[in-house]
């Protein structure tokens, strides 16, 4: 898995310098400038040009640079055009939208290592993230999720999905829960990273958000797409190891190595039977959190 933390990841319209710069002043862990839907069908030449314009020309700080292209199908060349005339800006990497099979993550697979070879950039260092957000996608989820060793990540899209289920979208989310448990399983099956779907209610209080953001972080997503600067530091706070749990994490692996020492390997801690499935989730734990950049050593 990517050690890289992802725990928010906010949209930026590819076709809107002025909130691609805003985004990337954010201190948010990745910026996606978008290509697909986002962008009027009109302005797709645009984005394209203006994506590629702002990857030379904006500081973008720690944030990772993530570019969303249109979905690979042979309806159109849109992605492909998306491809070749960001990959030589060199962007940290790509999301692929409407993934449905294996076969469209390795067709973006072979372009980017072509670009690798030519540009003599490391193997491997373009990373992609695939959006699984249709019926045929949640089935295929298997061999989506091993495709090609670039792929760090799945995401979870809950409005497409909808759509393609014929669902209607619920605030407490019945409707997708079983392919958004699906797609968190199949993702650490294979070692990568899930992230959550978008919340789009611009209106709805921040404790809304942040109800669904702590529901996917304790389903065991790693992070969760933002599509507005406000809700990016209620998102990255949930994902942010508190300093009390790191404090409890540090106790426990001592408790566990005094207890070790003594040659037992299940204990009482604080009125709790401790053993290794709650050591490895303490360490976790300790990881997320040097991850995200604190100190915990
Ligand atoms: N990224 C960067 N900056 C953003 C932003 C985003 N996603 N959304 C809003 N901002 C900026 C605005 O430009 C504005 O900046 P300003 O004060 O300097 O003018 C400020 O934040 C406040 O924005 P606000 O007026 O509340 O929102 P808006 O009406 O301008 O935009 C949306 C609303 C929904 C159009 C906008 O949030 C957006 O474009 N979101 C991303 C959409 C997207 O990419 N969707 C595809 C994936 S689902
Ligand atoms: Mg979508």
Redesign the pocket.
Known sequence: MTSRTRRAL????GD?R???E??AA?DVDA??M?L???VALTRKDEARETVAQALGGVQFGNSERLI?INPVDDDNEWWYQDLEQTLPHNPDGYVLPKVENAEQIKRADDIITQAERRYGWLYHSVHLLAIVETALGIVNLKEIARAAPRLTALIFGA?DLAGSLGAMRTSDGWEVFHARSSLVLHAKAYGLQAIDT?F?D?TADDSQLVTEVEQAHYMGYNGK??????QVPLIQKVFTPSAARIKAARQLIEAFKAHQHSGRGVFAYEGKMVDMPMIRAAEQLLAQARAAGLDVD
Do not use: T, Y
């Not at 906010?10 to 319209?13: A, C, E, V």
């Not at 797409?225 to 406000?230: F, M, N, T």
């Open positions: 906010l949209f930026s319209p809107d002025h909130k691609i805003k985004g954010l910026l996606i978008d697909e839907d986002g969303r409005e978008v789009v611009l797409l933002a599509i507005h600067p406000r």
